[in-house]
């Protein structure tokens, strides 16, 4: 009620002041923000399948190794002088090293890829991950810490993937299309996450390739594919791609943000970092990775502790709530795109419309379920909140690319660095929760009490983004390419000058 109330009042503030999203920010603000829709090639669509790949690969390239060690890379009775008998602790070490590298690349991926593109550090990143995978399964023989080096240079290739792809969409998204073209490639992540759950443990207990090697080789060979697909079809932008058509490339060009090279000193960090939409944005985004983090590493447990359920046992149970969050990301860019290029809502009233179904409903649903006791109940009212939670992708990951197409990049790594930390902050709270108490009433009142947080969290970041958040490009940004274009100008005519001397 907070929520909704906060919104409604923020919705006839806008109408009292008269917001437009449609306005440019500055007079050289070229980008066509709602243009008409033109059906005009498809070639984008070829990127963004390609890029919807390369998301799945990141997530099967992630989470084998859980797979690999409960499905028989640790050999059964085995004794200290065998290789790969690693303790409980040893295991959790070699499955979260991946997060050590994972979160420093973020905003170094965002940086590096100004300098010479995204698509170079988007394939570099995947292409890193993938080698190391390769020779997970001999080095595993060798040394653990060898194995937790690998790790972390998994998660260093991985770290750069969202923050680089938003500089791929914004270069080849039309401003209507924004929101379907980031959920069906990002969307890709939860399809890996799918396919993990329903292939990655009959693999393992197979005999093909050995049982669990075959995850890291075949998951490996898939990535290799990939990125010889990548390197051949995708470009940095139209202009650059020798496939695009001419009525394609026009559109894209028409109604996308142009990227050139830029320096670092270039980049408007104090802008930037004083940014009231940006910092609300940010906000955000580590509140829904607290809440998310929390549900898919702990809720499980709950359901295996309290209701004695194990649903790791079904594949299809484990990937419903993955196919569900696929299901509100996909769903609600559709209707964030169509609400703005009918013009129904403005871009700002709309990402907050979205936000407050992806944080106040889960935050309901969440709280609530810890008030059942069947499996049943909870299981539904679990996946209802995974379904809204998805809508969230389609506030604050696409309000960067509102912010700043320019910058998309720069700002996502802020965010998604963040968002990680917040994300391991989650698991371990409840952890201290939980440790020490005995008996099911108490473990009970503890699980009600970190799911009474975690929706506190998620209501709290959706009501200032209410009031502070927007969906318009941003002075600084757009102040960037206009600076440019006249110091080429400049150039150009130095060189005219110096030619007719």
């Known amino acids: 009620l907070l929520n909704f109330t906060t919104l409604l009042y923020t919705i006839k503030f806008e109408l009292m002041i008269d917001t437009a999203d449609t306005e440019p920010l500055l007079e050289n603000d070229s980008i066509q923000r709602n243009p008409i829709p033109v059906k005009s090639g498809f070639y ?110 998994i998660g260093l290739g ?16 039309p401003t209507s299309e924004v929101g379907i073209f980031t959920a069906l490639s990002g969307g890709g992540q939860y399809v890996g996450a799918i396919l993990a759950n329903s292939i990655s443990g009959i693999l393992a207990e197979s005999s093909f390739l050995g049982g669990w090697p075959s995850l890291f080789y075949i998951y490996a060979t898939i990535g290799v594919v990939w990125a010889i697909l990548w390197l051949i079809f995708v470009s940095d932008s139209p202009q650059d791609s020798k496939w ?45 990775g607290f809440g998310y983090f929390m549900i898919l590493s702990d809720l ?49 009233v709309t990402r907050k419309v979205v936000g407050m179904f992806a944080h106040s409903l889960p935050a309901v649903l969440l709280f609530s379920l810890s008030f059942f006791n069947d499996k049943v109940s909870i299981l539904v009212f679990m996946n209802i909140a995974m379904f809204f939670q998805g809508f969230a992708n389609s506030a604050y990951y696409v309000n ?3 912010l700043s197409p320019r910058f998309s990049a720069v700002l996502c790594g802020f965010g998604n660095a963040l968002c990680a930390i917040a994300g391991l902050i989650g698991p371990v709270f409840v952890g201290y929760l939980l440790n020490g108490v005995e008996g099911d009433d108490k473990l009970k009142h503890q699980w009600r009490i970190a799911f009474g947080v975690a929706s506190i969290v998620w209501v709290v970041g959706s009501v200032q983004y209410c009031f502070f958040g927007s969906g318009l490009r941003q002075s600084w940004d757009a102040q960037v390419v206009v600076e440019q274009e006249e110091q080429e100008e400049e150039e150009e005519s130095r060189e005219d000058g110096k030619v007719k001397v």
């Open 44 to 153: 984008r669509y070829v990127i963004v399948t390609l890029l919807a790949f390369g998301f799945i690969m990141d997530y099967l390239l992630r989470i084998n190794m859980s797979f690999a060690l409960d499905g028989g890379m640790i050999p059964p009775n085995c004794t200290q002088d065998q290789p790969r008998c690693w303790s409980q602790q040893v295991q959790g070490f070699i499955l979260s090293s991946f997060f050590w590298g994972y979160w420093v690349t973020q905003l170094p991926g965002a940086l590096i890829c100004c300098y010479v593109g995204a698509t170079k550090v988007f394939v570099s990143g995947l292409v890193i991950a993938t080698i190391c995978t390769y020779f997970n399964p001999l080095i595993s023989t060798w040394n653990v810490w060898i194995l937790l080096s690998m790790r972390v240079l």
């Open 400 to 402: 960067y690319m509102d």
């Open 244 to 288: 695009v058509g001419s009525g394609e490339k026009n559109l894209l060009i028409a109604t996308t943000a142009p990227k050139k090279t830029l320096h670092f000193s270039e980049i408007p960090w104090k802008k930037i970092l004083s940014c009231i939409p940006f910092l609300s944005t940010i906000f955000m985004h580590m509140c829904n």
């Open 158 to 173: 991985q770290g750069v993937t969202f923050p680089v792809a938003l500089n791929i969409i914004t270069s080849w998204a």
């Open 300 to 348: 499980p447990k709950y359901i295996v502790e309290q209701l004695h359920f194990d649903i790791m046992k079904s594949g299809f149970i484990a990937s419903l709530p993955y196919l569900m969050t696929w299901s509100g990301y996909v769903i609600s860019g559709k209707l964030s795109d169509m609400v703005i290029s009918r013009g129904i809502l403005s871009r700002t």
